[in-house]
């Protein structure tokens, strides 16, 4: 299955929303004077019950199974109003999760 495609169905899956790839952002974003993140984000349109018309997704080798994709999908709420910000969302989730 097609990379695009594969991230369009986590959306589905995540969020219950069909999703329409508009565009490819590459991002780099720096913490503390090092790369915390740096890839391609998909952006997607999307129609979520929630008000969100965009979803930001890209996909990461398992840490479990390396063969094996793990993706993120960031609806486009508050805070995240762009493939920066949706990174910056994950990499805080991801963040805050490891301290509990």
Do not use: N
């Not at 990461?60 to 609806?75: G, M, Q």
């Amino acid at each position: 299955m097609a990379y695009l495609q594969q991230i369009a169905d986590a959306i589905r899956q995540t969020h219950g929303v069909a999703a329409t790839h508009l565009e490819t952002v590459p991002i780099r974003e720096i913490f503390q004077g090092k790369v915390a993140w740096e890839g391609e984000v998909e952006v997607f349109a999307v129609e979520h019950p929630s008000g969100a018309t965009r979803c930001y997704g890209w996909g990461y080798p398992s840490d479990a199974d390396p063969k094996r994709t793990e993706f993120v999908c960031v609806l486009g709420l508050g805070p995240v109003t762009s493939p920066l910000t949706a990174v910056q969302a994950a990499i805080r989730a991801q963040t805050s999760k490891r301290r509990e």
